[in-house]
């Protein structure tokens, strides 16, 4: 309530509630800096086949550090470019330097590679999204089946009729789509049948599950399994941290996994190191 009253308002607060506030509002002058400067970076993580030894490909994730309060968590800020409507370039962004780095990857042999990039919801209510990655796409020379881009259950759920439009034109135009923290939104099975994307990512939520000793969680990892694979998408397990989890997913025919077991988000320098490895297994 208060925040909706203006400037004016903010004596009402109490002392850390203005804190907050005062956070927020130096994030989002950060990143509105950011934003003009290019000041981000990207890590990758690797998505493996579920043996853990074949990489599948990787997810591009952002990070960002303030000038004053240093490295913020991707929860923190995302969040507030979102509200702030800056997520929209800073998305430009991510796609351009993602294209930027296949791009340099395939200059110099490394790979190939699917890279997958996230969406937001405020990315995907905007009518020319896909128009844009097209032209970046273009201008940096790589292929769409070189890119995969990750929509997030609640948000594929939230308009559902226009999810399935944006979903079909990435599809038609040579992207592969995979919905993203499955299982913590409100999930239409109607709907996810009308999707028919690639992959559809397990939440980590359900991959802990997978460490108690009880079957519940495995019951349901089974039934998310078997359900995708009804539908012709393929599997990934998000934050697998633990062999047991690792086992389990091999044995109920997950088809990928990712997690800190196998690979943190890191940066590019670090990745390109790591990838010949990785592809060399046989
Ligand atoms: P996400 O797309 O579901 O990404 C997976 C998150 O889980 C990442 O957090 C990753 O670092 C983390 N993770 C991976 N393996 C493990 C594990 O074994 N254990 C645990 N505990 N965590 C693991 P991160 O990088 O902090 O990103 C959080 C979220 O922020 C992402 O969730 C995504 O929704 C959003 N995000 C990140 N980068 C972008 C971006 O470029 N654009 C947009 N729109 N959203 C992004
Ligand atoms: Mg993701
Ligand atoms: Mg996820
Ligand atoms: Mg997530």
Partial sequence: EAKRGGRGTYRFFDWSMNQAATRILKIQQGLHEATTHGWFKLHY??????DGRRLQGAEALLRYTHPELGVISPQEFIGIAERSGLIVQI???VVREACRQLRSWQLQNIGPLKLAINLSPRQLIQPDLLQGVL???????VEPAWLMFEITETVAMQDAAHTVETIHAFQQAGFDVAIDDFGTGYSSLAYLQRFRV???KIDGFFTQGLDAAGEEG???VSAIIALAHSLGMDVVAEGVETATQLEKLKSLQCDQI???L???????????EKIEGWLAVA
């Fill in 198 to 200: 690639r992959q559809l």
């Fill in 218 to 220: 495995e019951a349901i």
């Fill in 258 to 260: 990712q997690g800190f």
């Fill in 45 to 50: 993580q690797p998505k493996f086949s579920a």
């Fill in 91 to 93: 998305g430009e962004w």
């Fill in 262 to 272: 196998l690979g943190r988000p890191m940066p590019a320098e670090a990745f390109a």
């Fill in 135 to 141: 032209a970046i796409v273009k201008q940096e020379a």
